[in-house]
């Protein structure tokens, strides 16, 4: 699902939200590959873990709150900040101790209820600005909420994988398109933009290269055709994510709104994302069918044709789509379904539907409810699919911990009343910018931080806190920072050198990260001034 994460070093942005099975599984590929290459010698630096990074920073912040000055804003009655309205107040500096406990009160750390904020209503302002711990009575501050949904879409997708019927779909769709091999590519791009888009579809696709690979030589293409259309398709989809819960769920959630603020320009951004990735690689295409030595991997051509063509009896072929697996994807599909209309305030849009205001704790039950239907649909006896629940969930449970780690993070600056003092420094900037020129700023801002911070959800959890409120001060909805950050952090995860879904497909393809580049980056330079575009009318119509 959407997000991956590299958590030891070896892959980065949406693979925290895959399963570590589908990691070993791109890895062992990777190396089976590599095996048949001349040794080369590898870097001595390797890119640090998320979870890595993620300490260095809590221990960084920790310092800080004995450096820069303490300080408060003044609330409104939503919660929000009020600009013009923040003061210094008394150093509550963290320790060892607060360290030690942060990813803890990252995961189920409770906010004290804060009290007046002014300094004419009480002069003990600094504690009653809230406390986070897990020994407090009052609100949920830790991301428990964001950690078991984590769990429980793992085993989601696990009970679906299993069973075959997402591949199955693939293989019929392609079945039904042989001897129309030219709308192959765009129908298998938006089928893998989809997945990226409403589950963050990544590691999951490594199983497609072979086959697809097979497929799209024996009709005259190269491999780069086929690992562009896989994925560019599911890159772009998480790019432009509409409901996924591993970039657009805990960005939302980290952010304090709903997953549904946003959504129509989202959706704007994936039916312009996708349709600027097909074209580019139909372009592509079409020149190397009809001249292969225009090929990127021209060179390679022969051997690719001898490794991948002359194998070709023994790829595994995909399933067939039985009655039971078209169940199983209709009921896949109608917990998306469902999933979008119960987050959508049908009352705030004036449309006469019902609001169910759901979030992460219903969220969690209907995908857990979902898991179990496909799992019986599937034929699981009960020791068999309980396990299979559990194998799923243990599988992202590394996203899981990242999530509270980063949370942890943003604890040690509220404990340490440094939030709104970064906030403040950064109202003065804000403020002096126009509507489009910060929603833009936001998307440059996280354009590094998507390759300094690996982990999509980690990037969130951490970077949220700070950057939704600027949207208060610039006067827009905290959504345009949200789709800011997953554009950004979708686009980097494209090229990243530590991701396992490109590197793992680049040696599943005998192509080499080297050729990706080359090959993508203009379509990269495409899409980044088309964000600025759309993210520039949403802020003009939004903020004026």
Known sequence: MNDSTNTDGSASGQSDQK????????DEK???????????????????????????????????TWII????YKLNAEGNPEPGTYHQVARNPQGVGDILLAPINGMYGL???????????NPDEGVNAGHVSVNNEGALYGSIGVALFVLVIGAFITMTMKSGAIAAGI???TRALQG?????????????????????MGEETLGFYPIIIVLFLGLG???MTAVATIALGAGLGVTASTVNPFATGIASDAAGISISEGIVLRIVMFVVFVAIGIFFVLRYARQVKADPTRSIVADLRERHQREFLGKQAEQEELPQLTTRRKLILGVFGLAFLILIYAVIPWDDLGLPFPTLGWWFGELSALFMLAAILIGIIAGYGDQELVSTFIEGARDFLTPALIIAVARGVTVIMKNGLITDTVLNSLEGVVAGTGSVAFANLMYLVNLPMAFLIPSSSAHAALAMPILAPLADFAKLPRSIVVTAYQSASGLLNLITPTS????????VARTGYDRWFRFVWPLLLIVLVATMLLLSLAAFGLGG
Do not use: C, W
């Open 221 to 223: 293409y190269d491999t």
């Open 69 to 72: 000055p303490a300080g408060v």
């Open 500 to 507: 396992v879904i490109i590197m793992g497909a680049s040696a």
């Open 180 to 200: 129309r091999e030219i709308f192959l590519i765009p129908v298998l791009m938006v089928l893998f933009a989809l997945g990226g888009s409403t589950f963050g």
């Open 30 to 64: 990777k190396s089976e590959v590599e095996s048949k290459e001349p040794t080369e010698t590898k870097p001595g630096f390797q890119f640090p873990s998320t979870f890595a990074i993620l300490f260095v920073l809590t221990i960084l912040v920790a310092i800080l």
């Open 19 to 26: 399963t570590q099975l589908h990691q070993q599984e791109g």
């Open 111 to 121: 906010l004290s209820n804060p009290g007046p904020l002014l300094p004419e209503d």
């Open 171 to 173: 293989g019929s769709v």
